[in-house]
């Protein structure tokens, strides 16, 4: 089993940046797939953006132009570089993990069976 851990999420005002990290402890596999997902009180998981072990990436309209995901392969470090953060980004975010491979990484929760705890970003108007 794989365990996940974020960080750098925090408050910031409209308009700002926070870069997200995620800490996979081991990779079992080269192939794979990662994700960021979001989540508020009341609501489903939104899959945000994905990236698979080719580079290959899957954004959500909602934060397409906004959101980079990136990952380093040598520390296990899967990123999310959120610009010009609104209210509405609000949420507890959380990163996945699948070993599989798919050149398009999807964004469907059910696709993905490793999950960190998350961190909450919080955008203030």
């Known amino acids: 089993q794989v365990q996940l851990v974020e960080s750098g999420g925090g408050s910031v005002q409209a308009g700002g940046s926070l870069r997200l990290a995620c800490q996979a402890s081991r990779f079992p596999s080269r192939t794979f797939y990662m994700g960021w997902f979001r989540q508020v009180p009341g609501k489903g998981r939104e899959g945000i953006a994905a990236?698979?072990?080719?580079?290959?990436?899957t954004y959500a309209d909602s934060v397409k132009g906004r959101f980079t995901i990136s990952r380093d392969n040598v520390k296990n470090i899967l990123y999310l570089e959120m610009n010009n953060l609104k209210p509405e980004d609000t949420a507890m975010y959380s990163c996945?993990?699948?070993?599989?491979?798919?050149?398009?990484?999807?964004?469907?929760?059910?696709?993905?069976?490793?999950w960190g705890q998350g961190t909450q970003v919080t955008v203030s108007s």
């Open positions: 990236i698979s072990n080719y580079g290959t990436t």
């Open positions: 996945a993990v699948q070993f599989e491979s798919r050149w398009n990484p999807p964004l469907s929760e059910i696709s993905y069976s490793n």
